[in-house]
């Protein structure tokens, strides 16, 4: 049997961000630009609470964190770029 997703809506989310849900909505659009995972299809407004740990974990620099969007190699290639400018 395959375990169920762990999903919250957007107030809890918010929370785990420590950000108000009004808050959150304004600054989606860029959050989602920096590797934020999007809602769950066919689910509304609701996120995969794991891919918004693992994101949050990411965003911390933590030793061994995931970068479930590659910022950490667009960080690089960016750095790069610019070194070579």
């Given at each position: 049997m395959i375990p169920p997703?762990?999903?919250a809506c957007?107030?809890?989310i918010a929370a785990m961000l420590g950000c108000k849900p009004r808050a959150f909505h304004a600054r989606r659009a860029r959050?989602?630009?920096?590797?934020f995972p999007p809602p769950l299809p066919g689910l509304g407004w609701r996120w995969d609470i794991q891919a918004v740990e693992a994101w949050i974990s990411a965003q911390s620099g933590a030793p061994g964190a995931a970068d479930p969007g590659g910022i950490e190699a667009r960080l690089i290639e960016r750095a790069a770029a610019?070194?070579?400018?």
């Open positions: 997703r762990r999903v957007a107030d809890e959050l989602v630009a920096a590797g610019m070194a070579a400018a």
